[in-house]
């Protein structure tokens, strides 16, 4: 009698699940529980700063083209300068922060990257919002 009684129960679940929609419209969801749209002004400010990285990219790309015999490496020797660890060494005395680069695993290639550094160097950029300086080096040196 309980089995009987369990499958009459099941039968009438599987009913109920038939003529429940699959899909509810969004308007028809209580107002708490509705979504809602990304507003244009984030997805114009992110693509702002993926334009921005770009040209910086593409700015250091120029500079790396002129050392290497096949520019066409420049963004890939560049890729991979990115997913490289760095240190980070602030020296509060001198207002400085030292980014260590490591090594790559060709000497041509740090050789590049010691000339990027230089230019880098060159222009005496500080770190937003702060009073410290960057410096850009390879290697332990």
């Known amino acids: 009698e309980q089995i009987e009684a369990l499958q ?12 429940t929609p699959r899909h509810i419209k969004i308007q028809d969801l209580p107002e708490n529980e509705r979504f809602h749209k990304l507003a244009n002004l984030s997805k114009h ?18 500079i790396v083209r002129e050392f290497l015999p096949k520019p066409d490496q ?29 090594h790559s695993a060709r000497a041509h290639t740090d050789e590049v990257i010691a000339k990027l550094c230089e230019e880098l160097n060159a222009t005496e950029t500080f770190f937003p919002r702060s009073e410290f300086r960057l410096i850009f080096k390879l290697g332990s040196s």
């Open 45 to 62: 400010f992110l693509d702002t700063i993926k334009i921005i990285a770009y040209r910086a990219e593409s700015a250091m790309v120029n």
């Open 74 to 102: 420049a963004r890939a020797i560049l890729r991979a300068l990115y997913a490289t660890e760095a240190d980070l060494l602030p020296n509060y005395l001198n207002k400085t922060l030292t980014v260590r680069l490591h």
């Open 8 to 19: 009459a129960n099941i039968c009438q679940l599987k009913a109920q699940r038939k003529i």
